[in-house]
């Protein structure tokens, strides 16, 4: 497997930026827009397939009718695939995506797909991974260290091939389908600078977690800071989680206010070494949420209205890596 050899010049004319945001449009609309570096689709009503490697259609339910999600960068953007990965890069970034059958073999399917990740990062131009999204079906099947979640960390730890420094981990979210898609899907954004993982005060680094959640555990950061002042902050798939302990199992409204203390406090933590940023998540900020029981997506979102009302955002029927945790929450603050 070769990653794609860019055209663009070694170092990019402009600092890298990238601009997330949700829009009411057609896939053919956004991608005809100069600068798109990917588009995503969630839910039945979004397009399964398209011919253009910029587009991908997460099967996750979206509560009403999800907008698009446009990923933007400044400059021409090149894409093609190439050995299963679709492609597509600009602007100092580079945007790719595997699926992967999944027989239920995850461990060996979360093998393969970083095993394959790593040889294309080594080979491309663009071989730092700031961002990761991992998608599963029932990712908290099966109990004890059977459970699929578990297996998976064990999977992408024996694919990287190596114990990973804290000063290499991306930003990751790892979720479950709520019914079988059959796939396994991976995505990331990498960039040709390494940016600076974050980690939450108020949480114990995953990496750390106690042999408790599982014989390895999960290999990524709360958020990362990219090199770039002109690029938002990546926050990681977060959740009710203070030490390493899930808090509030029987109160799907305390757990959202935990989970926004977090990011919060994610905020803070990047405010010190990027000031700029602004000190609460406002109309700059864009962000995903997880919300594991189907008939809960319309009271988060209307507390998500009532908590952050200038924030754009999409609510999805999702599973959450562990089964008393109601709601996560991802995204990008700028």
């Known amino acids: 497997m070769r990653a794609p050899m860019s055209s663009f ?60 999600e446009c990923w933007r960068v400044d400059g021409e953007v090149a894409h093609g695939r190439s050995d299963g990965i679709a492609w597509s890069e600009g602007g100092g970034l580079q945007f790719g995506a595997l699926e992967i059958a999944d027989d239920g073999d995850i461990d060996t399917i979360a093998r393969q797909a970083y095993a394959r990740l790593q040889t294309w990062l080594a080979a491309s131009t663009h071989p730092h991974v700031l961002r990761i999204w991992n998608y599963m079906d029932a990712i908290t099947e099966g109990e004890g260290d059977a459970e699929r979640y578990r297996r998976f960390c064990v999977g992408r730890a024996r694919g990287i091939g190596r114990e990973q420094p804290p000063q290499e981990l991306p930003a990751a979210t790892a979720i479950g389908h709520p019914h079988a898609s059959g796939c396994f899907q991976l995505y990331w954004l990498a960039a040709r600078r390494a940016g600076t993982p974050l980690e939450n005060p108020r949480q114990v680094q995953a990496w750390r977690y106690p042999r408790q959640y599982g014989p390895q555990a999960p290999g990524f950061a709360r958020a990362l800071l990219p090199a770039e002042a002109s690029m938002p902050l990546l926050l990681s798939g977060t959740a009710a989680v203070v030490g390493h302990a899930s808090q509030h199992g029987d109160s799907l409204e305390a757990q959202l206010d935990e989970v926004l203390a977090n990011l919060r406090s994610l905020i803070d933590t990047a405010r010190v070494q990027r000031p700029a940023l602004p000190a609460q998540p406002g109309a700059g900020s864009v962000l995903k949420v997880y919300v594991r029981d189907a008939e809960a997506m319309a009271r988060v979102d209307a507390l998500m209205a009532q908590h952050l009302p200038e924030v754009p955002r999409i609510v999805l029927h999702a599973h959450v890596c562990r089964r008393e945790l109601a709601v996560e929450i991802d995204g990008v603050h700028a």
């Open 9 to 68: 010049p070694a170092t990019a004319p402009h600092p890298a930026t990238l601009r997330v945001a949700y829009r009411d449009a057609t896939p053919d609309a956004l991608l005809a827009a100069p600068g798109t570096l990917a588009v995503f689709g969630f839910g039945d009503a979004a397009p399964a397939l398209h011919g253009d490697p910029r587009y991908l259609h997460v099967a996750l339910p979206a509560h009403g009718r999800a907008p698009l």
